[in-house]
């Protein structure tokens, strides 16, 4: 699976949208993007995935490059319980999630 | 729904003893399953995943083995358990092996 990077922790306001920045500038082509987010103490959760095009769902938008080497997953109105850490994944077709130290999100009320 | 149990939620073992862990999946049928660990300040590591009844393919040779007796059960043990073996335990399920991957709330081991 291909490398990503992001930023190792960002704040935000309640209610104020977060644009969190994933580059993967190694990707291939068959290669997904996918996020998760890990809540202190507890298991990852699935957040968003997608292939070219921008995505959306009752979570998170995910805005994809047009080079597909970087990637911003968005959420419109944080709130309190956001506050995770979020992992940008490469899959290229493989039973592994490989977790790198992701990006700390604060949210501040 | 599909919903996803691991049991214990927090477990302390001494150094040598044996160790299980289980995890039950709801609300699915053939669910592909993995087991995760987490150490203290590290990612998450694959340990184990399974396709179906008895088919168990490892990540990373250790004290671990793991087994799927039924089609929505994966239990993770060791004989033996080691200092190193301390972490979070995450069971994992999906649809497909390249889907994604709905986890469980896990279990803290710490082994003293």
């Known amino acids: 699976d291909a490398k990503t990077t992001q930023p190792n922790s960002m704040e935000s306001n309640e209610e104020e949208p977060v644009h969190l920045p994933c580059n993967h500038s190694t990707i291939s082509g068959t290669d997904y993007i996918h996020w998760y987010r890990q809540l202190p103490s507890q298991g990852p959760e699935y957040v968003i995935h997608?292939?070219?095009s921008n995505v959306n769902n009752r979570m998170a938008s995910l805005a994809i490059a047009e080079d597909r080497k970087s990637s911003t997953l968005i959420l419109h109105r944080a709130t309190l319980r956001d506050a995770a850490v979020y992992y940008c994944i490469l899959r290229g077709g493989s039973e592994k999630l490989v977790f790198g130290k992701g990006t700390k999100l604060t949210v501040n009320p | 729904s599909q919903t996803i149990h691991q049991w214990p939620a927090t477990l302390v073992q001494p150094v040598g003893s044996p160790l299980s862990l289980e995890c039950t999946v709801e609300g699915t049928s053939n669910p592909n399953l993995y087991w995760y660990r987490q150490a203290a300040g590290r990612g998450l590591q694959l340990l184990f995943y399974?396709?179906?009844?008895?088919?168990i393919s490892s990540e990373v040779p250790q004290n671990l083995s793991a087994s799927r007796p039924q089609d929505r059960q994966f239990i993770l043990s060791s004989k033996k358990l080691l200092l190193s073996d301390s972490g979070f335990y995450l069971c994992a399920w999906s649809v497909s092996l390249y889907y994604e991957q709905y986890f469980g709330p896990g279990t803290r081991l710490t082994v003293t």
């Open positions: 997608g292939l070219t």
């Open positions: 399974s396709v179906g009844i008895g088919q």
